[in-house]
């Protein structure tokens, strides 16, 4: 039977495949809670595609972003997954946020923001500190182009600064990721189906 809920992660690493990256791991973990729910999820490595600069939906010329598109708005549920680099989100992750850009004029045949009733989560990783900062600057993106967030629908880790640890060193996840990545999954699965069996109203 068909996932009634599906959920298409953004793995904005600056590592192409298939190199080892801490943020698929998280990304993999909460995947594989939001599979415990009976929800069917798919990973894109943004780095691995020539997404274009720019604020359209299609910047022409090869451009690889329409396709990722095409999956977004497909899926009900965006895991919006980032590292840190200098206290900021990467740079693949400010180039999709920058597309998404283009969602603000785009809307249903009934006049609603065309990501309205998609429900967005964020996972941040870095050994240094950002964290809830990018996730504050990424909900505000998000949010402005039409996705809703659940409550605590966002997780992280942060590693001791000016270290070399990373996430994917760790021997084990510590007790708060793993409790963040199953709030973050257990909320955000309620919101989606929730608005996927009552939709925004249209317009007036």
Not at 38 to 43: K, L, N, Y
Not at 178 to 204: E, G, M, S, V, Y
Request: aromatic share 4%; with cysteine; proline share 5%.
């Amino acid at each position: 039977m068909p996932s009634e809920i599906t959920v298409l992660a953004l793995n904005c690493s600056l590592k192409p495949s298939p190199a080892p990256s801490s943020t698929d791991l998280i990304v993999r973990q909460v995947l594989d809670l939001f599979a415990a729910d009976g929800i069917a999820g798919e990973v894109v490595r943004v780095v691995d595609h020539d997404v274009r600069p720019g604020v359209e939906t299609d910047m022409g010329d090869g451009d690889e972003w329409p396709a990722i598109r095409e999956k977004i708005l497909a899926a009900d549920i965006l895991l919006f997954a980032t590292p840190t680099w200098v206290g900021h989100l990467s740079s693949v992750a400010q180039r999709v946020i920058e597309r998404l850009d283009a969602e603000i004029s785009e809307t249903d045949a009934e006049g609603r923001a065309l990501l309205a009733g998609k429900v967005a989560a964020v996972a941040v990783v870095g050994n240094e500190d950002g964290a809830h900062a990018i996730v504050a600057d990424v909900y505000q993106g998000l949010v402005d182009v039409g996705f809703s967030v659940a409550s605590q629908a966002a997780t992280y880790w942060n590693g001791e600064a000016m270290n070399t640890v990373d996430y994917n060193d760790l021997s084990s996840t510590p007790d708060a990721v793993a409790t963040a990545n199953a709030l973050l999954a257990r909320n955000t699965a309620h919101l989606a189906r929730i608005l996927k069996a009552d939709p925004f109203p249209a317009p007036a």
